[in-house]
């Protein structure tokens, strides 16, 4: 069901009427971050981790903070919206950060917009999900290595365009490289393998929200007592693994069922996510 209403700068306005000018930044010139959060009963999901994210990012593209910017309000306001959505379990939000309007390509003043908008979500608690996932390693396609340089992935990037290599290939997601074709994400999730017992996890991430719930991954997996090691994460890697599993802050963990003729368990990954259940 597709919420009402959404909320900008604190204000709550119906969701089907424009919000938004003609010279929105983010709109314009990709001016703009956002990231999604999970929650229940009106309550986001480790929102401490994500609002320090919100803030740090704010910092790195100078944009200027709200004074009335603060976690207490942050939190308040997303209740206020999911109460006017009548959404009382299960949900997801997106926020998205802009840089106020401007005619001109370089901005002349860093005060920001916040888009929050929210849907219902059929489930309370992240799931153990029975279908596992059919990807690939993407070919003709590496990510650029400003992405792990610079401090914020841009919004728009050529993933955005894989819709019809996934039709073609009757594929769910895709392994990506970077330029020393070492696996790093898939196009919706960071990517992570268990060998021996180990979890292996890419030695560069790209710096957006996805690496937030990474590392709330590795939290819960080293509670387990299960050991955590960068790695390097070659093709010939995803072939010895014993388990492959996606990693995002919507879906938690969905495990891979194969990569080509290759087939894999989901024992690990299913401990992680009832760890990571009885973290939040």
């Known amino acids: 069901m597709t919420a009402k209403y959404l909320m900008l700068n604190g204000e709550i306005l119906p969701a089907a009427k424009p919000c938004l000018t003609n010279l929105n930044r983010g709109f314009l010139y990709a001016d703009v971050f956002s990231f999604e959060l999970r929650g229940n009963s009106s ?34 306001d997303l209740e206020l919206l999911l109460q006017k959505n009548r959404i009382y379990k299960g949900f997801t939000s997106r926020v998205s950060v802009f840089r106020d309007d401007s005619q001109t390509l370089l901005p002349d003043k860093n005060s920001v917009s916040i888009l929050i908008t929210v849907n219902s979500f059929p489930e309370e608690s992240y799931q153990v999900i029975n279908n596992g996932l059919k990807l690939n390693i993407l070919r003709n396609y590496t990510l650029p290595d400003f992405v792990f340089k610079s401090d914020v992935t841009p919004y728009f990037n050529e993933e955005m365009l894989l819709s019809s290599y996934l039709e073609e290939f009757d594929l769910d997601d895709v392994f990506i490289t970077d330029g020393k074709a070492n696996i790093v994400k898939t196009i919706f999730s960071g990517v992570f393998i268990i060998k021996d017992n180990k979890l292996f996890v890419p030695e560069r991430m790209p710096n957006d929200s996805n690496k937030i719930f990474a590392e709330i991954v590795i939290d819960a997996a080293r509670s387990l007592k299960i050991l955590v090691l960068p790695k390097s994460i070659k093709k010939e890697d995803l072939l010895s693994a014993d388990e492959i599993f996606c990693v995002d802050v919507v879906n938690g963990i969905r495990w891979v069922l194969g990569y080509g003729e290759r087939r894999y368990y989901h024992k690990i990954s299913t401990s992680i996510i009832n760890k990571i259940n009885e973290m939040v």
């Open 43 to 76: 309550k986001a999901f480790f929102v401490d981790r994500y609002f320090e994210y919100l803030i740090a990012t704010m910092s790195r593209l100078k944009m200027d903070r709200p004074l009335l910017l603060k976690k207490s309000i942050f939190e308040t």
